[in-house]
Each structure stands twice: as C-alpha cells, then as structure tokens.
C-alpha cells in the first residue's frame, strides 16, 4: 500500500497529557498537510508543509500544538496538556501538487 | 465570510438511481475544487476534481458541474450502487499566496442508497 499512512489509528489519553501522531505520506509528495475533523463536520486546516519548512499554520493551531517534518518525508503533530475539546479525528493528506490525498486519520478521545 | 457548504444534509436514493449531491461555494477567487468521499471511520477519498476554467468533467460513473456564475457544484452519481454510502464533501482549494492549497470543506452530505 503506496497511500499515506497515520500511527496510532486511535488514542485514548487522559486531560493534561501529551500526545503524539505521525503521518508517512506518499513517497514522491513534498506537500504534507493535517487537518482535525470533528463529528458531522467538515475537515479544518491545521497546518501545511513543503518539504521540511512549515508554511502555514491555522488560528486553530494554539500553542499547544507543535508539528514537524524534520526530514521533509514523515511528519509528527504533537498535543500539549490535552484536553477535552482536542477529541477529534486527526488527518493528514499530501500531495505533489493541488490534489490532497489523506490517510486513515488518528482518532484522539480526550477523557 | 468566505466557506463552501452543502444545500442537503441527506439524501437517500434507491440502488440504480441516479444521485445528484449540491454544493455551493462563496468564494469567487477560488480556483479548484474537488469532491471526497468519507465512510465511516476513514479518511476523505478523492473523487474527482475541477479547476475553474471548466465546467464539466466527468469520471467512471460520477460528473461534476460547475457553475461559476451561481457559484455552484454539483456531484452526480450514474447507477448508484449500496458502495457508494457514504459523506460527501466538496472542497475548496485555495492558492493562498503561500502556494499550500489549503483545503475549505463543507459540512458534507450523507448518501443512503436504498436496496
């Protein structure tokens, strides 16, 4: 399976913990992307990569959030002191150029 | 403000029909678009897409129209079949100066088909 790929698929914490995702996306795209999704919701933007330089970053992306892509292949979203309005599905997508391909996503329940 | 929503919620069709899923988009200076498809539990899958200088294009069993005009987008399934269950999302896909090509989803339509 070529497709992008997220560890863990789901993640139980409890509030006040860190937790940590990461997404391998398509071999040949430079572009990597994360989004949150919430139930009966749309996809919302997070943050974006080309290759290692982070371009982008949401107004949802507090400063609890971190995320990289040290090497410009796999990427790691990173939650700081959860809580428990984090619980959502998390994704990621790449691409080579405008057309995003998303993984399984990370489901995150905050208790 | 600027977003791309959905005119139905659900839309519930029998196994052979035609279904039709609507999507209208605000922002003018929007120059891509695509459809997802998400079933339960998964990520969004890419359907089709459509750049702005189109208005028509069609793949194996679906077609999406574009009516800039109206600013509009429609998704249309031939034969729908009980696979195709799913939420489905237009996007939007911007070029925000930064070249990331952000994507702006609506709030999705959910397709029943009926056996």
């Known amino acids: 399976d070529t497709g992008v790929s997220q560890d863990p698929r789901h993640k139980i914490t409890k509030r006040g913990q860190n937790v940590t995702f990461r997404c391998d996306p398509i071999s040949e795209h430079n572009r990597l992307y994360w989004y949150r999704q919430t139930l009966g919701q749309g996809p919302e933007f997070l943050t974006y990569?080309?290759?290692?330089?982070?371009?982008?970053k949401s107004r949802l992306l507090s400063d609890r959030f971190s995320a990289e892509r040290p090497k410009g292949s796999f990427s790691t979203l990173e939650i700081q002191r959860t809580e428990q309005g984090d619980s959502a599905m998390y994704l990621c997508?790449?691409?080579?150029?405008?057309?995003?391909?998303f993984g399984p996503g990370t489901r995150l329940l905050v208790l | 403000g600027e977003s791309v929503g959905l005119h139905l919620p659900t839309l519930s069709v029998q196994e052979g029909d035609n279904s039709i899923i609507n999507c209208a988009y605000s922002?003018?200076?929007?120059?891509?678009f695509i459809w997802y498809k998400q079933e339960s539990g998964k990520g969004p899958q890419f359907i089709i897409d459509?750049?702005?200088?189109?208005d028509k294009r069609q793949g194996q069993r679906v077609t999406v129209l574009l009516n800039k005009t109206v600013k509009h987008l429609s998704l249309q399934i031939a034969a729908t079949q009980p696979g195709d269950s799913a939420v489905y999302f237009c996007?939007?896909?911007?070029?925000?100066?930064?070249?990331?090509?952000?994507?702006?989803f609506g709030k999705g339509t959910k397709l029943s088909v009926i056996p």
């Open positions: 996007a939007e896909n911007r070029n925000s100066g930064a070249g990331s090509y952000q994507l702006t």
């Open positions: 997508a790449s691409s080579g150029r405008e057309t995003q391909y």
């Open positions: 922002n003018s200076a929007s120059d891509y």
């Open positions: 990569f080309q290759n290692e330089a982070q371009l982008e």
């Open positions: 459509i750049r702005s200088n189109m």
